[in-house]
């Protein structure tokens, strides 16, 4: 039996990081797009409206309309083979995004990404759930959420070795398709390794069948809790003004030191995600689940009160006048942006009725990405062209910015009313899972 144990942790460690690197290569693709954003628009005459539906609109709905069907079916069969179906369909418009020669070409591309990405975060988040009981779920879902992180990273790390020595005509393209290719012969391994999980097993064991109620009802369960709903609202409002930053922080950097190394910006900017943000993610997932053990609130003030230092962090990285104190400043916002992911999933999931956590985790993305992914470059890239009928390029969106680092306001007391909201709906929701069992 110990043995027997022993492997059983072996291999969901094995899933957990497999899983993670997947996650990084679907944030891979979406980051690069903005770290190439100055090269992009160049090249193809976009506007700054344009390079923000790209980034922003244009992929997340998409992203977002898509993932509600594919959770349905993630909630009923094979979840590993729709992730690695999925991953091979991302991977692919990521590569065919590097033949694009204008803007509709560019955007259907970026559509295409965003239909496969769909397919990515539900059934992961589910399988996850599986292997890891409520009590460390928040931990597990952390290290998953460092896919965001390190896939940045890796965009970022990726762009600096593939750029060449002229950083004023970087083959944008190339990197595209390699990254592409790279995430289809990952698709490959991911169908290879994975096994199919038991549904409910951390609630009921693998002796015990499940009950699955009707969808329908089941969906009318999860739309009625509170803590639900302000946890969705309350990660969009905050990754507004992340994906925001992660749009268009190169070209204000470009911007704000033209001879300033654009490969030492692109390395340090890596190094930071893959550090800061990566630990903000880890810490703020543990600190979730061993202060949650005492007081379930925590799940809620974790995350309101790393937002609330976030918002002067933000302004601050938009006003210092060199590269070097913008990247400083960023060290440490990226840190406390990190710390709301794990206890968000480990709400989005163990609140969940157990035949709904793939669509659990489709419909709060829909919210998340919708506002966030779908409204914040959009909006920083409209208000940008609207500030440069008066001001200058890099005066635009440092004001753009500035005004979008706003929306860290209403995240903060969505998450504050989660902690208020939280205690009762996780006794619900213990109670309703093991009515499940027979």
């Known amino acids: 039996m110990p043995n027997q144990n022993a492997s059983k942790t072996r291999y969901r460690s094995v899933v957990l990081v497999l899983l993670t690197i997947v996650y990084g290569f679907n944030f891979i693709d979406r980051q690069i797009v903005g770290i190439l954003a100055p090269f992009i628009q160049k090249d193809l005459g976009l506007t700054n409206t344009q390079l923000g539906l790209l980034i922003g609109l244009l992929f997340a709905t998409l992203y977002t309309c898509v ?15 729709i992730l690695s179906i999925a991953l091979a369909t991302w991977s692919g418009f990521t590569a065919l995004t590097g033949l694009a020669t204008n803007f509709v070409q560019i955007g259907f591309a970026r559509m295409g990404v965003g239909i496969g990405e769909a397919g990515g975060s539900p059934p992961s988040h589910s399988i996850i759930s599986d292997l890891y009981a409520k009590e460390e779920r928040a931990g597990a879902l952390g290290i998953y959420s460092i896919g965001i992180p390190l896939g940045i990273m890796s965009a970022y790390f990726a762009t600096a070795a593939l750029i060449g020595t002229d950083a004023e005509n970087v083959d944008w393209r190339r990197i595209f398709v390699f990254l592409g290719l790279t995430g289809i012969a990952l698709a490959i391994v991911v169908r290879l390794v994975l096994r199919e999980p038991t549904r409910g097993a951390m609630e009921f064991g693998d002796d015990k069948e499940m009950i699955k109620p009707p969808f329908i009802e089941s969906l009318k369960v999860l739309l009625k809790i509170p803590s639900w709903w302000f946890m969705a609202f309350g990660i969009a409002f905050g990754s507004f003004v992340s994906y925001a930053f992660s749009g268009f922080q190169t070209k204000y950097l470009v911007l704000l030191d033209p001879d300033f190394s654009f490969k030492t910006i692109v390395i340090a900017l890596g190094i930071i995600n893959g550090t800061t943000y990566a630990g903000g993610t880890y810490l703020g997932a543990k600190l979730a689940d061993k202060w949650g053990s005492k007081n379930i609130r925590a799940y809620g003030w974790v995350p309101a009160i790393a937002i609330g230092i976030a918002l002067p962090l933000g302004i601050a990285t938009l006003w210092v006048p060199t590269v070097w104190l913008h990247l400083g400043c960023a060290t440490v916002l990226l840190f406390f942006l990190g710390m709301y992911l794990g206890p968000s999933f480990a709400i989005a999931q163990t609140l969940a009725p ?11 993305f829909f919210i998340l990405n919708m506002i966030a992914l779908g409204g914040g470059p959009t909006f920083a890239g409209w208000l940008t062209d609207v500030f440069e009928a008066d001001y200058s390029k890099f005066e635009s969106i440092r004001y753009s910015m500035s005004v979008t680092c706003l929306m860290f306001i209403p995240s903060v007391l969505c998450f504050l009313v989660v902690s208020r909201k939280l205690p009762k709906d996780w006794e619900e929701a213990d109670r309703r899972n093991q009515n499940m069992a027979k």
């Open 354 to 364: 157990i035949n709904m956590r793939a669509m659990s985790t489709a419909l709060f």
């Open 67 to 81: 993932a509600i069907p594919i959770a349905w079916l993630a909630d009923r069969y094979s979840r590993v083979n």
